[in-house]
């Protein structure tokens, strides 16, 4: 008997579905994409209405001959790619290269991977959709073509391995624009003071003290503190000044939870409470999303789609979710109406729902034997926000108290205030609270104000000054510059993983501290772009372009129009560009090595496949060698130096530079410092800490960092002596 051929894009999720479907279905796996634009030439035929030219990778020929073998055989094929754009594009592609006569193809669409989900799906089948799948060649049509016709012109007047990206030199822009900012920025001196005061009493002793700042005059007059005189003035009239309360205001604030997440805010939230960049994000959740083994319950699909823009929760979820919290936290947790969510992301595909677990009562605890470390925390993360959004509102009574200072000896009446949020009611907080990036405003102090009410006398028991400066904006994270690209329109969520590694991989930036610098080819390649193709690195024409892609998905705008109406402009500034552009010569980078050949400086280079040492005395001397990054540690094995290397999946490690002689690898980075116990390796351990390869020992990073410090001052101190 035939078999019905259901082809996915991995394994795993072939896997997840075969537990749900049985043994009447053959489960197959396309591996992602089973065609493309070809690598080694254009492939879009621009004089015919810019017909693609696909083809088949050679690294996907043998699953395309294993799938046209099993469609052959199959009494029904189904299509059961991911709900998107690419998922779409990748049915399309499977349908055009595995035609069989007279079998029926069928397209199915889930968003998460349950029993209920995947047999409603195969029972309401549809055929491809060729909007979503034009929009798909639309963008990846204009990708190719800024890719192909301006990364070539890079490699002849700057260097070879450049490229330009429709969104990547946008994103590059936005960084170096932000670099530009806060290198103009000139900080500006200010000063605050700060009042410790207690209601005067009787028995001063068991009044409560608080703090309250001065904001100004009490007819609104701000002050401007710019120095430490004017600070110390101010503090000279009010040592000796009357105070009294002038106001008190006490408000109820009810704080609402934020909706499940979509794929930016994950992205974002993951950042900022895990650390997790957008690229582990992704495919972790694509992990959750396909499907894990729980034990007896073998494979099982964990969240729904993690690609959506929509915060909308099935009906079902939200009455497991509401059901879940009356049983754990009570009836007070449970709002009397089911919240809903408004999408506010513009094009947004309602379709989806928003990424949430695919059953509430799963809660993580259950299930951390069966995941990793990562797994465990992402889903967490997923299954918290879900929950905490039907959840009962937080209430916090805010209380504010304006105070008057009445100098003996002048006229003016300054204004110092307090404030203080205090939670009554923890509600969603209970379970869950939103990260914050490190430039958002500090929230209301929770702290206890005495019980005062107008009019009542205080008395000044301290004034403190503190000295400031005005701070730069702060470099993009990776949840800020997400926020930011969602905010303009810039790119999809989907987009913006791989577009962040790219970046980083082609050296345009790098990472400091968890922020986004550019480098100096950064800058070069920005500002050649920005000069001659000022519309590709435009945030409002790339925000533009993305609407238009949109609206192709829509059926409102014809693919071909959209991109001829990108193409005409777009060829006239190439053609300028090549004519008019001046060859750049990079400024070679010096380094304290020494030619083995001749004794002349090494310098580094780039090559086709990265950094290089070549002799500075080239032509005459040829020599090269590897380009390798040194930790100053030594190799506990054989006492040279150990490197920092990337293994084949770009994963930075750490190796002894004796290879092949000697194999020592570490994925921790190493310490130079020696071990203080027994003289062996020390490497990085929780990222604050530092513990032996050899032994027990294990210490705070930054005292082994100031011993180390230290020693080395006791060793130049000697070797003066």
């Known amino acids: 008997m035939k078999k019905k051929l259901v082809i996915v894009e991995s394994p795993a999720k072939a896997r997840t579905l075969s537990k749900i479907l049985g043994k009447s279905y053959n489960l197959k796996a396309s591996m992602g994409h089973i065609r493309d634009l070809p690598q080694s030439r254009l492939g879009i035929d621009i004089e015919n209405d810019f017909t693609p030219k696909y083809v088949v990778p050679r690294v996907k020929s043998k699953v395309v001959r294993e799938l046209k073998t099993a469609a052959k055989t199959a009494s029904a094929i189904y299509l059961a790619t991911d709900p998107d754009r690419e998922g779409e594009a990748i049915s399309w592609h499977l349908t055009e290269l595995t035609k069989a006569s007279k079998i029926p193809y069928h397209r199915v669409v889930f968003h998460e991977i349950t029993e209920e989900a995947i047999k409603h799906a195969f029972k309401n089948t549809r055929s491809i959709d060729m909007q979503l799948v034009d929009a798909q060649q639309a963008r990846r049509i204009l990708d190719r073509l800024v890719g192909y016709k301006i990364s070539p012109l890079l490699w002849r007047k700057v260097r070879r391995g450049l490229s330009a990206g429709r969104v990547q ?21 200010y000063w605050t003071i700060e009042a410790k005061l207690r209601e005067k009493a009787p028995t001063p002793a068991k009044k409560l003290s608080f703090k309250a700042s001065l904001i100004g005059l009490t007819d609104g007059t701000k002050l401007e503190i710019r120095n430490q005189a004017e600070a110390s003035n101010l503090c000279q009239e009010l040592e000796p000044a009357d105070y009294q309360v002038t106001k008190v205001t006490t408000k109820q604030i009810k704080r609402q939870p934020q909706p499940p997440f979509i794929t930016s805010t994950l992205q974002q939230e993951a950042w900022r409470k895990l650390r997790f960049s957008a690229k582990q994000t992704m495919a972790t959740a694509q992990q959750l999303y396909e499907g894990l083994p729980l034990g007896k319950e073998g494979s099982v699909g964990l969240i729904t789609y993690m690609r959506t823009d929509s915060t909308r929760v099935s009906s079902a979820a939200i009455a497991e979710a509401r059901d879940f919290i ?100 923890a509600g969603f907080t209970v379970l869950y609270t939103e990260g914050k990036d490190d430039n958002d405003k500090e929230k209301l102090a929770s702290f206890q104000l005495p019980q005062l009410k107008k009019g009542d006398p205080l008395e000044l028991l301290k004034l403190h000054t503190e000295q400031h400066f005005t701070q730069p904006p702060p470099r993009f994270t990776e949840a800020t510059l997400v926020k930011l690209l969602e905010q303009n329109g810039i790119g999809r969520p989907s987009t913006y993983a791989p577009i962040l590694s790219t970046i980083q991989d082609r050296e345009y930036v790098t990472k400091t501290n968890g922020s986004f610098k550019p480098t100096e080819l950064g800058f070069l390649i920005n500002d050649i772009l920005c000069q001659n193709f000022p519309d590709i690195v ?23 129009n959209v991109v001829q109406d990108f193409y005409t402009p777009f060829e006239d500034s190439l053609n300028k560009a090549s004519s008019n552009m001046e060859k750049v010569k990079l400024a070679e980078e010096t380094t ?8 002349q400086p090494m310098v580094i280079k780039h090559g086709r496949y990265g950094k290089f040492l070549a002799c500075s005395g080239y032509p005459e001397c040829k020599t090269t060698r590897s380009f390798q990054i040194k930790t100053g540690a030594m190799c506990p094995e054989c006492g040279n130096e150990i490197i920092e290397k990337k293994s084949k999946k770009k994963r930075t490690f750490y190796g002894c530079s004796n290879y092949p002689n000697c194999k020592f690898a570490t994925y921790s980075k190493p310490i130079p410092q020696p071990c203080p116990e027994c003289g062996k390796l020390l490497t990085t351990y929780r990222k604050t800490m530092a513990k032996c390869t050899n032994c027990d020992f294990k210490g705070k990073l930054e005292t082994v960092k100031a011993n180390l410090d230290t020693g080395d001052k006791k060793e130049s101190a000697t070797q003066r002596r």
């Not at 304290?592 to 004794?599: A, F, K, R, S």
Request: glycine share 2%; net charge positive.
């Open 169 to 189: 030199s946008v994103v590059v822009r936005i960084i170096i624009d932000r670099e530009r900012e806060i290198e103009k920025f000139t900080p500006v001196e």
């Open 326 to 425: 009356k049983n754990k936290y009570g009836t007070n947790f449970v709002p009397s109406r089911a919240r809903s969510f408004i999408t506010k992301v513009k094009g947004a595909q309602d379709a989806h729902e928003a990424i949430r677990p695919t059953k509430i009562h799963r809660e993580p605890a259950t299930i951390k034997p069966y995941l990793n470390a990562t797994q465990f925390k992402l889903y967490q993360l997923i299954w918290q926000r879900m929950v905490a959004s039907q959840m009962a509102a937080a209430t916090f009574d805010n209380t504010t108290i304006d105070i008057a200072a009445n100098p003996q000896k002048s006229k003016k009446q300054y204004l110092l205030r307090t404030s203080s949020s205090i939670n009554t009611f």
């Open 592 to 599: 304290d090595e020494t030619c083995p050949n001749c004794g």
């Open 538 to 560: 435009n945030i409002k024409f790339t925000a533009r372009m993305e609407a238009d892609l949109d609206e192709i998905a829509r059926e409102s705008l014809k693919w071909q």
